[in-house]
């Protein structure tokens, strides 16, 4: 089966959101533009450096155009969003690898998220590849959502997926793990529960 690419220059809406509760969230990246909405799972992590890389990408844009290029220091408050996903979440897959770029000539951040591929069996999962986009479209399978976002967009995105990764269950004093709500197996208190 050919690739499948979900593609969305300039998207009406392009979030990163949690359902469930803290602890056994799941997270997703959701876009929406002219009726349609594609939505991709992925884990915590992978939102957390997703975000903190939009803000290094954009900050690196900055520093080298001595504040010349469309992209504000900080997320304006029109580019944030607070609203929960769009309903109902059918995801399209579970997102792999991810890319990041800064087109120079568009002025505009691409982010990638390609599928996860699973090893066939008898294959060795460290050999495994993703296939290019690049390279022949006949061989590349699974999904790809592309992005295609103006700075300001990139920088609200990048605000409130941190926010929502901040969100989950606070960390312990002691040693920094996720506290749940009855408590936690604490390493630094040897093995008492906090």
Known sequence: MPRQVFEFEAPERFVAGAIGAPGSRAFYLQARAGGRTTSVLLEKQQVAVLAERVNDLLDEVLRRSGGSAPVPAIAPADSLDSDPL???????????????????????????????????????????????????????????????????????????????????????????????PEGHVCPRANGYRR
């Not at 591929?117 to 294959?123: D, K, S, V």
Request: contains cysteine; proline residues 7%; hydrophobic residues 40%.
């Open 86 to 180: 769009e309903t109902p979440v059918e995801e399209e897959f579970r997102v792999g690898t991810m890319s990041l770029a800064w087109d120079a000539d568009r002025q505009r951040v691409i982010i990638e998220c390609f599928e996860l591929r699973q090893a066939t069996p008898g294959e060795d999962p460290e050999t495994t590849e993703q296939v290019d986009l690049d390279d022949d479209e006949e061989q590349a399978t699974g999904g790809v959502l592309r992005l295609i976002l103006t700075g300001a967009a990139a920088r609200g995105f990048a605000k409130r997926a941190l926010a929502v990764v901040a969100a989950g269950r606070p960390p312990c004093p002691f040693c920094a793990n996720p506290l749940d």
